[in-house]
Nanobody
């Protein structure tokens, strides 16, 4: 069973950048499709980005397309979310998630393993 730990969150001004990391233990990330979700106060957890085994299997929410980039380094057992041109509406707790198999999907119910989350706050 894989355990996931996110890091890299923080406070940033609008227009700034952050890079989130998700480190895995207890399993090989190469066996999983990975995704990032986020949850703002009072809102449902929403999809941000997903990446399967292949770079061709990469999806983004419309709200982050062109600004965020998901990547993975199986050798380091890690997944990353590069966030640029951040907006106040990007403020949320960001979660890393994993599902067995090669295909990443945007549905949160398809993911079996979750990290504890890392807070991202974007000030205006």
């Amino acid at each position: 069973q894989v355990q996931l730990v996110e890091s890299g969150g923080g406070l940033v001004q609008a227009g700034g950048s952050l890079r989130l990391s998700c480190a895995a233990s207890g399993g090989t990330l190469g066996n999983y499709a990975m995704a990032w979700f986020r949850q703002a106060p009072g809102k449902e957890r929403e999809f941000v980005a997903a990446r399967g085994w292949s770079v061709l299997n990469t999806y983004y929410a419309d709200s982050v397309k062109g600004r965020f980039t998901i990547s993975r380094d199986n050798a380091k057992n890690a997944v990353y979310l590069e966030m640029n041109s951040l907006k106040p509406e990007d403020t949320a707790v960001y979660y890393c998630a994993a599902r067995p198999g090669r295909i990443g999907v945007p549905e949160k119910d398809e993911y079996d393993y979750w990290g504890q989350g890392t807070q991202v706050t974007v000030s205006s």
